[in-house]
């Protein structure tokens, strides 16, 4: 990637729009162009375009879930021509261009362009957009915890948070979900003594104190904390096979019994 992708352009915001109960539509916005990522609801892009006086440029679609693309067919209706660009498979209606790993996306109008990385696991056609020191990754990794195996294989997603973790440190993790203080949560039961843990708890629940949201954060971050990308640290292996029938023999063990435990957590 080119030093001219290591930031977003100047010009360009991130703004996370809430939907639903704990939803983020995140639009990147130049203060006449928006492209929005996962709009699970219209209706809340449409009121932040108005009141912003935006105009709808473009849309990028991570993965099929209804509370990630149940906005499509409305926003394209009022710009029928704009670009939606999602996984391949022709399984989500509204997609204009299918894309897959290694593919640029090019925004010319808010001058950004993303490379495309598959990250299956929370489903199959799981993709994410990186670039500009940023990654929209949907639900696969959220702050402090990952995204349920609703479609792929343990192995899967272990493969893909381990992508995400090579990232470079301060790469800013765009997730879809509001669930921070609930992964915390699970992440102190696994990791009791994690001091940088507790103080980034500490710091959490000042934010949603003041209603204010706790993304993005970043890998460095979340490499410290969250305990589905630590699976090769003692404690967390200590804590996941407490949890286990079986000996767990590599980290792929590990983060399947730890995301088996957060799922009855």
Same mark, same amino acid.
């Given at each position: 990637?080119?030093?001219?992708? /290591?930031?977003?352009?100047? +010009?360009?915001?991130?703004?996370?729009?809430?939907?639903?109960? +704990?939803?983020?539509?995140?639009?990147?916005?130049?203060?006449? +162009?928006?492209?929005?990522?996962?709009?699970?609801?219209?209706?809340p892009v449409l009121r932040f /375009?108005?009141?912003?006086?935006?105009?709808?440029?473009?849309?990028?679609?991570?993965?099929?879930?209804?509370?990630?693309?149940?906005?499509?067919?409305? =926003?394209?209706?009022?710009?029928?021509?704009?670009?939606?660009?999602?996984?391949?498979?022709?399984?989500?209606?509204?997609i204009t261009k299918s894309v897959?790993?290694?593919?640029?996306?090019?925004?010319?109008?808010?001058?950004?362009?993303?490379?495309?990385?598959?990250?299956?696991?929370?489903?199959?056609?799981?993709?994410?957009?990186?670039?500009?020191?940023?990654?929209?990754?949907?639900?696969?990794?959220?702050?402090?915890?990952?995204?349920?195996?609703?479609?792929?294989?343990?192995?899967?997603?272990?493969?893909? =948070?381990?992508? =995400?973790?090579?990232?470079?440190?301060?790469?800013?993790?765009?997730?879809?979900?509001?669930?921070?203080?609930?992964?915390?949560?699970?992440?102190?039961?696994?990791?009791?003594?994690?001091?940088?843990?507790? +103080?980034?708890?500490?710091?959490?629940?000042?934010?949603?104190?003041?209603?204010?949201?706790?993304l993005p954060s970043d890998i460095?971050?979340?490499?410290?904390?969250?305990?589905?990308?630590?699976?090769?640290?003692?404690?967390?292996?200590?804590?996941?096979?407490?949890?286990?029938?079986?000996?767990?023999?590599?980290?792929?063990?590990?983060?399947?019994?730890?995301?088996?435990?957060?799922?009855?957590?």
């Open positions: 990637m080119s030093t001219s992708l /290591l930031t977003l352009p100047d +010009d360009v915001s991130v703004t996370a729009i809430p939907a639903f109960t +704990d939803n983020y539509i995140w639009c990147l916005h130049n203060n006449v +162009d928006a492209v929005i990522v996962d709009p699970g609801d219209a209706e /375009l108005k009141q912003q006086n935006l105009k709808l440029a473009a849309i990028l679609i991570t993965h099929h879930h209804h509370d990630h693309t149940g906005g499509i067919t409305r =926003l394209t209706s009022t710009r029928p021509a704009i670009p939606v660009i999602g996984p391949r498979g022709n399984h989500i209606r509204g897959t790993q290694g593919d640029t996306v090019h925004l010319p109008v808010i001058n950004c362009e993303f490379t495309v990385m598959e990250i299956p696991g929370h489903t199959l056609d799981h993709i994410a957009f990186y670039g500009h020191g940023a990654i929209f990754c949907g639900d696969t990794l959220f702050a402090a915890g990952c995204g349920r195996l609703f479609e792929g294989s343990s192995e899967q997603m272990a493969h893909s =948070l381990s992508k =995400l973790k090579r990232l470079p440190d301060n790469t800013k993790v765009y997730c879809a979900h509001e669930y921070t203080l609930a992964n915390i949560k699970f992440a102190r039961e696994v990791e009791p003594n994690n001091t940088v843990l507790r +103080d980034y708890e500490i710091w959490a629940r000042q934010q949603r104190d003041q209603n204010n949201v706790t460095a971050t979340q490499k410290a904390v969250n305990p589905f990308l630590r699976c090769q640290h003692e404690e967390v292996r200590s804590a996941a096979q407490a949890k286990s029938e079986h000996k767990l023999r590599d980290d792929v063990a590990v983060f399947a019994a730890l995301r088996s435990w957060k799922d009855k957590f």
